[in-house]
Every structure is written in structure tokens, then in C-alpha cells.
């Protein structure tokens, strides 16, 4: 049995210690809102975070996540309130979602880094992602959207 | 009990928003599951309560709730967020009060093919139908009620109304008497006039939205069943290939496999929607299965596709193009024209294979019992799953129901339910619920390519430049051929994307279709032949321009010829497939092909838009019956390769329901479109696919991205056309028309970056 910290909560599991988390958090614990994509961090559906981290969960094994805070999309807001979520809403970034819960773990990561990101910042963030229905545009309109409802602009 | 109060949050939550929320919560946890079978989009039905129903697509309950069936997938173009809310505006429903049900496979719905770029066109007046015709009939009911003519009433905001006595009645105090009125025929209730459709038209909000960021939203693979378990294939790498033997100890050895299952590989002549076969390593996790399937040892017979080579390929598609083929379109006197030309200018294109690669591999959940079968999929088209399950399990259709989960992108791999039948064929032989999943070496490697193409073109020109003669070959294995083997010849429909609806002025015009045998499982991409077609034919005119040293603009809108409607006569064909629409209804309308044109030089700037270091590259097309230009600006980056600056994309889709869904797809087709100029490339050898994932099969990302995309959508009365695929084709031609602007460097075959640009 090992331990996992996951949106707030503690977890016993008993798994495959070589199991990604991806597939500990699909299979395992009923968190599918984490998306398999690739398998091999190229497109970062499976992105969670880690303390705070961004991370493709794809491809670390569970056993190495340790004593570490693992947050998900489910464990990002219980409501859709965070600023991030707020702001992909405002600007209907969405086209058939698959890649915006990667997506948006990795805005809300950045904005917690960088309160105000360039376009630069930006796009140095969200290189790890893949959207096929080419949402690139309106995701990066949205980090600034999401930027300032954060700060309390809006 | 964590996951569960998150759950019931995010439940009320999404009920508080007045969203079809029922179903969108279920599944989460296990325990969900044991209570009701899972529902990803919410209810699969109208309601069996007593209320108003006029037919299989809208039911109006006692509480005045109306339901509305979304029979077609929504799968990023919002189509649940669209259709619904027409039929609301034509009923004056408050859409708050709208329920969307998402329709199962059944052929009551007509149609289901989400596909074409259809949905709208398709649905457009029908489902305006269905909202005028229970409308009708509450009105007649208010009207009666208060003994004015049903003229005077008018529904709107869920209610009718009487301006004249100030009197309201909610569409709730109406539907038990409404109820017992005859249904009228559809076809003949009135349609309110455009002008009072409250929405449409309009920026509409995306229904599905709150769901998606809150990753609630269920698609295919995040179906859970109770004692459901996972299965991953190993098929076989060439199609048309056979399992011989295969050593199964070591992954049966892996903790968590449950079994090995051989999958028979298609049966009879052709491939169709078949199951390529192989055997599933069927687990309890998807971990323990993938694991399972690397340890597999199994040998093949590849079998009649085993050369299939992408170089020897080419040489033979380039031969086929280079001689004579079946003349598809003929006016006037090609050769004779060619003869007299003052100069003659040929070119050869080439455009290889594509893959999907949907961010969501494809992925089903099937069970299997004595009553049937129920799969839960992300399929464009579940009425062919329905079918393909049946036929696979040999069971009658009545027996099986295909749900409809949301669609992680289909671009046209989901409209085949192989995988679905792949699903289906476990369930029964494990006896539990299982869920086939694809990894995306499966996607990138198995799956229903984009034809590979060669064209041959070439133009006489008189004295004055003008294009006096026009010759078009076309050849690549088509699409039909996964339907019949022996099929090598490009179907009219193929040719009917780009080639026998090429609106041109020249007189003298000849377009052949040359044989090319298909070797792996050819299906429709994003656009289908018009890629091609419009990379070619944009990419030549361009040549032509150049060659004459005209402006490309100038020479485009010389070559289309002035604006009028491109009959068949005058196109030198018997027919226009023309999208299997009414060729009266949907002209091939050259005026609006020049307008778009028109449009997008002048919002991009055309002539000022070139600067130091920056070229801009310019092409048009006419497909699903939407017309569509593009501009785009290329310049070189720090390390000396093409960037795309900016792009400009104006779209005339004749009535638009939705008009930032329209304009999201345009900006969609833009990035879609430069992934398939700058990198699509899918390579054959020893016939079988080169490439394995992303790192060999890229497609854009943000960095690659413009700063800016610009979208005008035409205002229009036309009839619907397409939007989800029209703003894919001229975008490859108008990159690679910029390159050559900026570069002097022709690219006469994608993707651009395999040629070092």
C-alpha cells in the first residue's frame, strides 16, 4: 500500500509501484478528468500538478511522487471559480476540451510564478501542449483574461 | 467520500446553471456507477412524462421544461451549443428552460453522420421545423383559450402572448391541451420570419463550457462501468496482415492481465469498418494492459500490403499523373489550345499522407449481455457503429445501443467505429464490461489515412498572359477503395472537392482522373481531397502569376473569371456532386469566391502588408459550400525557418447559427491547416507506418502560432454551408504562396518543413 496526496485529501493505493500516476489517477482513484494523450509527455494532456509543478503524470511512476501535493483539474476548484477556469469560460477558448484540463493546470501554474505574463512568457508555458482544434489564440488571450481576474482587475 | 461531495458540487453547480446536468457528474467515482448506467451528456432520451411531443426531437413537459435531441456529435464545433438554441428561438423558448438530450444511434433521427460539415446545412430547416410545429400548436391552444385569432399571438421568452389584451400564458399552462391536439404536418406549419430569431446568428454562449473546465465533462474513455476492465490491441502493422502464432506467457505474466483474446482480422473483400484484428491483452488497468501488450511475442503474416512503400510509391503516383487518365471534365480543346499557347507552364504536386491524431485516441466501452449489446462511444456517426457492432457480434440492430460520449476531436477518424466494434467483441468474450483503449503509437500507426497525392497541372497562355488552357490530373488511391478492394479509380465525389467545381475562366479545360491502388485504409480527413486539390490548383495560379509577373491577386480573380454562377455546362461536367446538395440551391457562386477574396486583401492589407523580411502568400476555395480566402505572412525566425507571422481567413458560410463557434472553427482551420503545411507527414514502409507519436508525427504548437488570427465571417442570407472544414483547404496553398514570395523557393509538395524551410 502506498500513500498519495491528492486535491486535499490522503489516499491509500495499492498499486504497481511503476503505474503512472496518469493511470493511478484514471484507473485508480476515479479522476478522470486527467487526459491520456501520448504517453510520452510530447503533448501534456496529463498534466497535474506536483507542489504547484506542473508535471506530465503520463510518465512518472506513482512510487516517485512521494510525500508531494498532487492537485488535478477536479482538485483546482470544486465550482469552476479559479481565475484560470473563470477566464476560459469568458473567452469560450474551448473547442472539444480533451487538451484544456492539461491546459489549464499549466495557466494556473504559470500565474501563480508570474501574476502578469508577456505573450513570451506565455508561450514558453504552454509549449508542452497540443491542441488539435487549434485553440492556441483565444488560450493565450485567456492566460491575460485570467491574469487579471486574479489580481482582482475584474 | 472526497471524490463523492466533489461530485455532488459540481453537480449542483452545473444544475444551477440551468445545464443538462443530470448525467454529466455519473461515473465519476465507482459507487456512482452501480446507480445508474453512466450518461456522459446527460439524458439519452426525451422524457416518457406526460407532456407535449411532436415528434422523436422535442418533448415540452407539464412543468413547460422542453427537451431538444442533439442527434449529431459534438465534438469541439459546438454543435449542442447551435442546433438546440434554433430550435428554441423558433419555439420562443427561454433557454434556460431547454433540456439537450443527446441522441443514441437510431435511425428515427435520419442522418446522424457527423461529417461533411453538414450539421447545420442538414438541420437548418428541419429543426426549425420541429420548434415551429409545437410552437403551432401552443399558440392554437392560447388562441382558443382566449378566442383571438392564433395570427395575434406570438411566442416568445416561453410564453405566448396577445399584444392586443395584454394577456401571457407560460408555455407550461399550454402543454396538456396542446398535448391533445393532432401533431400538423411539419412540412407545412409556418417558419417564423429570419428577422425574429432572437439568437441565431449571434455569439452564442458554449453550453458545454462550464463542464469542459471543470474536466466533468465524459469522453469515450472516461466511461466507468462496475467489473469493467481495459484492453489494449496489438494489431496487426500492415493491414490486410494475419496473427500466425504468438507467445502470450509473458504477458500473461504481468500483474493485472486478465486475458489474451485473438481479434479476427476483416472479413470478405473489403476492409471497411472492420476491426483490423490482432490479439487484446485485456486487464484490469490500462497500465497492466499496455505492459501486458509490450510483452507479447507475435509472429505475422503481413500479407499482399507488405511492399508498400512510400518512395517506390511516389514514383509510380507521379508515372500515373504524368500520363493520360479518365477525362472527368472536358470543355473545349485542351490540346489544341495548348498547342496554340503563346507559353505553356507545368507543375507537379504532392501532398502525403495524414493522420488525425485527435488529441483523444479513440477509445469504447462496451457490455455484453443476453439483452444485447450497449456501447458507450466518442463517435461521429452512431448509426454506423450501431451497425459495425451488430454485424461484428452477429446480432440483430435492435439490439444494440450506441450512447454518444463527448468527442475528444473527430476530424473524420471517428466517423469509422472499428474501435467501437473492437469494444463490442471483448465485452462478449471476457463477459464483463471492457474499454478499448488506443495508445497513440495505435492512432498514429492504425488508423484511416488521408489519401497520398500526386497532380499534374498545366496552363496555356495567350499573348496577353490570360490562361487559355487548363489541364488538371489527379491521382491517389481513394477513399472508396476501403470499401471494395479492387477500387482504384478517384470516385466523382472526390474529384467533386476541387476539381469538377473549380470555377475557371478559361475556355478550354480538361481535368483526368488516374488510377492509384490503395495499400493501407484511406478515410476522410478534415477537408478530404479539397487539401489537395486546393494546394495544387492555388499553389499553380500563383505560378502562373509569378510567371507573368502580375500581382497573385489580380491573376486569381483573372482565372476564377467574373462573377456569375458556374454551371454544369459551362464546367464541361455531366453533374456537380457539389456536396450532395441541389446545384440551384447552392450555385457555384463565383461572385461570392471573389468577394471573399476581395475581403481578405483588403483587411490584411495586401499590397502594404509586405514588408522588410516579410512576404504574404494569398489563395481561395470553394468547399462544403462555404467560400473562403486566406492571407498569410511568412518571415524567417532567429534560425532561418519560415514562421507564420499572421493570418487573415474571411469565410462566406452563407447562415451562420452560431457565429463564435463559426469563427473559432475558422481560427481551428488555420492552425489545422499549418500543421498539415508545415509538418503532416505520414511515411509507408515494409507497409507499415513510419511514424509512432507526436515527436515523429508533430503538429503545431503555441509557439508556432501567429500572435494574431484574424476572422471575418461574412454576413449572409444564403443558405447554410459548411463551417467545421471549409477553412482548412486554401491555408497550405497561402503559406506556401508566401514562402515563395519570401524565399523564391517553390514547395511543390508538403509538408514544408521535410523540404527545409
Request: net charge positive.
Amino acid at each position: 500500500m502506498m500513500k498519495i496526496h491528492i486535491n486535499g485529501s490522503v489516499r491509500e493505493i495499492d498499486v504497481s509501484p511503476d503505474m503512472p500516476l496518469l493511470w493511478v489517477l484514471r484507473d485508480v482513484l476515479g479522476l478522470p478528468g486527467t487526459k491520456f494523450g501520448c504517453g510520452m509527455a510530447q503533448c501534456g494532456a496529463c498534466t497535474v500538478h506536483l507542489d504547484g509543478k506542473p508535471t506530465r503524470s503520463c510518465v512518472l511512476p506513482v512510487s516517485s511522487v512521494g510525500a508531494r501535493e498532487v492537485t488535478t483539474i477536479e482538485g483546482l476548484s470544486s465550482d469552476a471559480s479559479h481565475p484560470v477556469q473563470r477566464a476560459w469560460a469568458e473567452a469560450d477558448v474551448v473547442q472539444c476540451g480533451y487538451c484544456q484540463s492539461g491546459q489549464i493546470m499549466t495557466a494556473a501554474a504559470l500565474l501563480e510564478k508570474k501574476p502578469d505574463p508577456s505573450d513570451a512568457d506565455i508561450d514558453a508555458a504552454m509549449s508542452p501542449h497540443l491542441c488539435r482544434c487549434g485553440t492556441y489564440v483565444r488560450i493565450r488571450g485567456a492566460v491575460h483574461l485570467a491574469s487579471r481576474l486574479k489580481r482582482g482587475e475584474r | 467520500m472526497e471524490q463523492q461531495r466533489v461530485v455532488l458540487l459540481r453537480r449542483s453547480f452545473l444544475a444551477g446553471l440551468g445545464l443538462a446536468a443530470g448525467g454529466l457528474a455519473l461515473g465519476l467515482a465507482a459507487g456512482d456507477a452501480e446507480a445508474a448506467p453512466p450518461a456522459p451528456l446527460g439524458p439519452t432520451a426525451l422524457p416518457s412524462q406526460p407532456g407535449l411531443r411532436t415528434g422523436v426531437f422535442l418533448h415540452i413537459a407539464t412543468d413547460g421544461t422542453v427537451s431538444v435531441v442533439c442527434h449529431r456529435s459534438e465534438m469541439g464545433q459546438g454543435i449542442r451549443s447551435s442546433l438546440p438554441v434554433l430550435v428554441a428561438d423558433e419555439l420562443g423558448a427561454d433557454m434556460a428552460r431547454v433540456k439537450i438530450v443527446q441522441g443514441d444511434g437510431d435511425k428515427a433521427y435520419g442522418d446522424q453522420n457527423t461529417d461533411g460539415s453538414r450539421s447545420v446545412r442538414d438541420g437548418y430547416e428541419p429543426m426549425r421545423r420541429v420548434g415551429a410545429t409545437a410552437r403551432a400548436m401552443l399558440v392554437a391552444v392560447a388562441a382558443k383559450k382566449w378566442r383571438v385569432p392564433a395570427a395575434e399571438c406570438v411566442a416568445e421568452q416561453h410564453a405566448v402572448h396577445h399584444a392586443k389584451s395584454k394577456r401571457s400564458l407560460d408555455f407550461r399552462e399550454l402543454v396538456a391541451d396542446a398535448a391533445k391536439l393532432p401533431v400538423p404536418d411539419a412540412k407545412t406549419v409556418a417558419l417564423r420570419p429570419v428577422s425574429e430569431l432572437k439568437r441565431v446568428g449571434g455569439l452564442l454562449p458554449l453550453l458545454d463550457g462550464p463542464a469542459i473546465v471543470t474536466g466533468a465533462a465524459q469522453f469515450g474513455a472516461d466511461v466507468r462501468l462496475p467489473g469493467m476492465l481495459t484492453a489494449v490491441i496489438a494489431r496487426p502493422p500492415v493491414v490486410g496482415g494475419k496473427v500466425v502464432r504468438y507467445d502470450g506467457a509473458r504477458a500473461l505474466a504481468v500483474a493485472g492481465v486478465k486475458k489474451l483474446v485473438e481479434l479476427p482480422g476483416p472479413q470478405g473483400g473489403a476492409v471497411g469498418f472492420q476491426p483490423l484484428g490482432g490479439v487484446a491483452v485485456v486487464a484490469d488497468t490500462t497500465w497492466a494492459a499496455m505492459r501486458g501488450r509490450a510483452a507479447l511475442q507475435i509472429e505475422w503474416d503481413h500479407g499482399a500490403n507488405a511492399a508498400y512503400d512510400s518512395a517506390t510509391y511516389r514514383e509510380a503516383l507521379s508515372g500515373a499523373a504524368r500520363a493520360p487518365g479518365k477525362v472527368v471534365r472536358k470543355v473545349g480543346d485542351v490540346d489544341g489550345a495548348l498547342a496554340k499557347a503563346a507559353r505553356t507552364l507545368e507543375a507537379e504536386y504532392y501532398v502525403p499522407h495524414l493522420a488525425h491524431a485527435a488529441m483523444e485516441p479513440p477509445s469504447a466501452v462496451a457490455r455484453v449481455d443476453a439483452n444485447g449489446c450497449e456501447v458507450w462511444a466518442p463517435t461521429q456517426n452512431p448509426q454506423a457503429a450501431r451497425t459495425e457492432v451488430a454485424r461484428a457480434l452477429g446480432v440483430d440492430e435492435a439490439k444494440v445501443t450506441v450512447h454518444v460520449t463527448f468527442l475528444g476531436g473527430g476530424f473524420g477518424r471517428k466517423s469509422k467505429p472499428d474501435y467501437v466494434a473492437e469494444a463490442a467483441l471483448l465485452a462478449r468474450a471476457m463477459g464483463t464490461p471492457v474499454r478499448v483503449q488506443w495508445t497513440r503509437e495505435d492512432d498514429v500507426q492504425s488508423g484511416y489515412f488521408h489519401s497520398v497525392s500526386a497532380q499534374y497541372l498545366k496552363a496555356g497562355l495567350d499573348a496577353d498572359g490570360k490562361v487559355s488552357a487548363w489541364l488538371h490530373r489527379t491521382a491517389f488511391p481513394p477513399i472508396p477503395s476501403t470499401f471494395d478492394g479492387r477500387v482504384k479509380t478517384p470516385s466523382d465525389n472526390e474529384l467533386g472537392l476541387g476539381v469538377l467545381d473549380l470555377a475557371l475562366a478559361a475556355p478550354n479545360v480538361r481535368a483526368e482522373a488516374c488510377d492509384a491502388p490503395a495499400h493501407i485504409r484511406i478515410g476522410w480527413l478534415r477537408s478530404v481531397c479539397n487539401i489537395f486539390h486546393a494546394f495544387a490548383v492555388q499553389s499553380f495560379i500563383d505560378e502562373i502569376a509569378h510567371a507573368r509577373q502580375a500581382d497573385p491577386r489580380e491573376v486569381l480573380l483573372e482565372v476564377l473569371g467574373p462573377a456569375r454562377h458556374a454551371t454544369p455546362a459551362e464546367l464541361g461536367v455531366q453533374k456537380v456532386p457539389n456536396y450532395g446538395a441541389p446545384i440551384e440551391q447552392h450555385p457555384v457562386d463565383v461572385g461570392r469566391l471573389r468577394h471573399v477574396i476581395e475581403r481578405v486583401t483588403e483587411i490584411s492589407g495586401w499590397s502594404a502588408a509586405r514588408k522588410a523580411g516579410r512576404a504574404v502568400g494569398l489563395a481561395a476555395h470553394r468547399s462544403f459550400l462555404t467560400y473562403v480566402a486566406v492571407v498569410a505572412a511568412v518571415s524567417k525566425d532567429a534560425l532561418g525557418k519560415v514562421q507564420v507571422d499572421e493570418v487573415w481567413l474571411v469565410a462566406d458560410a452563407g447562415t451562420v447559427i452560431n457565429l463564435d463557434r463559426a469563427r473559432s472553427q475558422m481560427e481551428g482551420a488555420v492552425v489545422f491547416g499549418m500543421s498539415i503545411a508545415l509538418h503532416g507527414a505520414i511515411t509507408m514502409k515494409g507497409g507499415a507506418v513510419e511514424q509512432t507519436n507526436f515527436r515523429d508525427y508533430p503538429v503545431v504548437r503555441t509557439t508556432e502560432v501567429p500572435q494574431r488570427i484574424h476572422v471575418e465571417i461574412v454576413k449572409s442570407d444564403a443558405p447554410p454551408g459548411g463551417v467545421g472544414e471549409p477553412g482548412v483547404p486554401p491555408v497550405a496553398p497561402a503559406i506556401a504562396n508566401a514562402v515563395f514570395a519570401l524565399t523564391k523557393t517553390r514547395a511543390r509538395e508538403l509538408p514544408l518543413r521535410r523540404l527545409g524551410l
